[in-house]
């Protein structure tokens, strides 16, 4: 009788016309996530649900003050929920290492003034906060939009297994709409902590009203409806939000 190893070193074992193929660690990663961002940058997705009351007082606290986080970290963009969800801001943090994330954090618990001046203040406004990371897909940069306008955030729950399972159906149904010209992409990220096969997607757009034009005129595209039809049958739920760019946003 064949013990374990043997079983696994003959299941194993290429055929003597086969020349090369992948070590077997190579091949259960491929398998199991798909294409992987090829660098150290991350995105940290910092959502904050403010209590009613204190909504314009905290946007104008942090407008004052977060120029001391700025001086630390790339900030993204921060934004205002507008719809999808109330009393709610996003902000997005671009970071080469948690290295540096590190260090950031260090560095604003040892500032007094951001201590005592904004989080002394801005904690008891806040509800509640969650964070992220997340990294861009491998087919995907940040493209800024051309001038001023709204932004949606569509979060994808994707079932589970990875890019390998839906990568090639979900980049086609982004793709689709991009290429035609439908909105303007500004990034995709693929989560890596927080909700796990969750997939953001950053769209611009210049006002609410043109988006339900454009969205309107998408759904009656064959090629749309073809790519997301597609897509769908790896989707688990879907959300989304429309966000208004505060006046200290980098991405307006």
Not at 28 to 50: D, L, W
Not at 60 to 87: D, F, Q
Request: charged share 20%; proline share 6%; glycine share 4%.
């Amino acid at each position: 009788m064949l013990n374990f190893s043997n079983m696994l070193r003959r299941a194993f074992t290429l055929p003597k016309h086969v020349k090369y193929m992948p070590n077997l660690k190579q091949l259960r990663a491929s398998v199991s996530t798909g294409p992987q961002q090829q660098h150290e940058t991350f995105y940290e997705f910092r959502t904050y649900s403010i209590k009613p009351e204190w909504n314009a007082a905290f946007l104008e606290l942090t407008e004052k003050k977060i120029h001391l986080r700025m001086a630390l970290a790339e900030l993204l963009g921060y934004w205002s929920v507008n719809c999808g969800a109330l009393n709610q801001v996003l902000q997005i943090w671009k970071y080469d290492s948690y290295a540096q994330r590190s260090d950031a954090r260090t560095a604003l618990v040892n500032n007094p003034e951001w201590m005592e001046e904004y989080i002394a203040k801005a904690i008891p406004m806040l509800a509640y906060q969650e964070n992220e990371v997340a990294y861009l897909v491998p087919w995907c940069t940040v493209k800024k939009p051309p001038k001023k306008g709204i932004y949606e955030l569509s979060t994808f729950q994707m079932k589970p297994g990875g890019p390998a399972v839906w990568g090639h159906a979900f980049q086609a149904a982004i793709n689709v709409n991009a290429s035609a010209g439908y909105s303007h992409l500004v990034a995709v990220f693929h989560s890596e902590f927080g909700p796990l096969n969750q997939v953001q997607v950053l769209w611009w757009f210049e006002d609410p009203d043109t988006r339900a034009a454009i969205r309107h005129k998408a759904h009656g595209d064959a090629r749309v409806v073809a790519a997301v039809r597609e897509s769908v049958k790896y989707l688990d739920s879907q959300r989304s939000k429309l966000l208004l760019p505060t006046t200290f946003s980098p991405l307006q």
